[in-house]
């Protein structure tokens, strides 16, 4: 049997007649970028969410990037944000001429450790990106609190948590601004690449989309130096086919961790949402020993699985300068060698899912299933 990790397809597949009606449409109607397809995608993103205003760009970094812009952030400010997350998130603050400041995992949620963010917090910290790692929210209550007390802005990178709920609250709504990815293989994935800023308030709003077309505030007036990042019409159009099925596929996804939860239990740490915490699973990540053996072993049997993320941002040859040694992000240090992520998506069979149990159950190191 074959798993691959994630199979764009099978979703392609599902509502194709749809999808090539509404790319043909953009197409003859020569509605490359931006435009009313995106204007559309932008207000029933914006309800679905329940924010109040939507600002469509080219891809989930630049919508940090912007995000941060946005909000005041710049040269010389200092931005906490989780060790253990994408790339991006820690290229944008970068970008943006600010400073990333990094804040150890929680060692089950995967999470940002909030009880660590305040000692991070200096005279040039202004702003907090909260992470909703591989779909699972994170303790927002706690983050929220932090970012009040000590007059922080407070950002959410929701790229791996569309519809995730924090106590029946979607992400996306808590901060200042909150960012989302809409690369393909994301839990709402479009045909290329494509992101969007989300925030309740109008001048944030307003900013963000002077800044992804050039800097116009108002048509043919350049008010600021932004930069191009819009959403095609393309991916506004497919968008839109795609969010009314969402919840659907969240849905798919939980099932399917319950049954991989089940047949793991016991064998390796399988994800633990908190009470309260709605997890939509764009990655079902494990632990396990002597990972690059057991991956091998996996792969040998027609399995893919990923690794989120090999090497903790801080340690990265990027970020070297920076100076963080393992002691400073303990959890994030020791967890980069053993993070398993399993084929994970919404139309995984349950023979698949049985398939990657048990052959993962042999691939594993005879010390970690004894006593059992
Ligand atoms: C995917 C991702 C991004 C970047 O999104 P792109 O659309 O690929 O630029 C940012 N942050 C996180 C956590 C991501 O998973």
Avoid at 282 to 303: M, N, T
């Amino acid at each position: 049997m074959q798993v691959p990790f994630v199979d764009l397809k099978a979703q392609y597949a599902s509502l194709k007649d749809e999808f090539d009606r509404a790319i043909l449409d953009a197409v003859g109607d020569t509605a490359f970028i931006a435009g009313g397809r995106v204007t559309k995608f932008e207000q029933e993103f914006a309800a679905y969410l329940g924010t109040k205003h939507c600002v469509a760009v080219a891809n989930g970094t630049d919508a940090i990037e912007i995000a941060l812009r946005s909000v005041g952030i710049g040269d010389g400010d200092e931005v906490i944000l989780p060790a253990n997350t994408f790339f991006a998130t820690a290229e944008a603050v970068t970008n943006v001429g600010a400073t990333p400041v990094f804040v150890d995992s929680h060692p089950e949620t995967y999470d940002i450790h909030p009880s660590k963010i305040e000692e991070r917090i200096t005279d040039k910290t202004k702003a907090i990106i909260a992470v909703h790692l591989y779909g699972l929210p994170a303790d927002m209550d706690e983050i929220v609190a932090v970012a009040e007390r000590r007059d922080l802005k407070l950002i959410e990178d929701c790229a791996q948590a569309h519809g995730a709920k924090y106590k029946g609250q979607k992400v996306g709504t808590f901060g200042d601004a909150a960012t989302f990815s809409f690369y393909p293989s994301k839990n709402l994935g479009a045909f290329g690449d494509a992101g969007a800023m989300v925030t309740n308030s109008q001048e944030t709003a307003d900013i963000a989309r002077a800044i992804s077309n050039h800097g116009q505030l108002q048509k043919n007036r350049h008010d600021l130096v932004g930069r191009n990042s819009r959403m095609d019409g393309i991916q506004g159009a497919v968008l839109s086919v795609k969010l009314p099925h969402l919840d659907g596929w969240l849905e798919a996804r939980r099932v399917h961790a319950g049954r991989y939860n089940e047949l793991l239990e016991g064998k390796v740490p399988t994800p633990t949402p908190p009470e309260n915490r709605e997890h939509t699973y764009h990655l079902y990540v494990v632990r396990v020993p002597d990972r690059e053996a057991v991956a091998a072993k996996l792969k040998d049997a027609g399995i893919d699985t990923g690794v989120h993320y090999p090497v903790a941002i801080p340690f990265t040859p990027a970020y070297e300068h920076l100076g963080y040694a393992p002691e400073d992000l303990p959890v994030a240090h020791s967890q980069m060698s053993e993070l398993l992520s399993l084929p994970m998506f919404a139309e995984l069979t349950t023979e698949q899912i049985d398939y990657v149990c048990e052959t993962l159950t042999l691939a594993l190191p005879r010390a970690a299933t004894a006593g059992e």
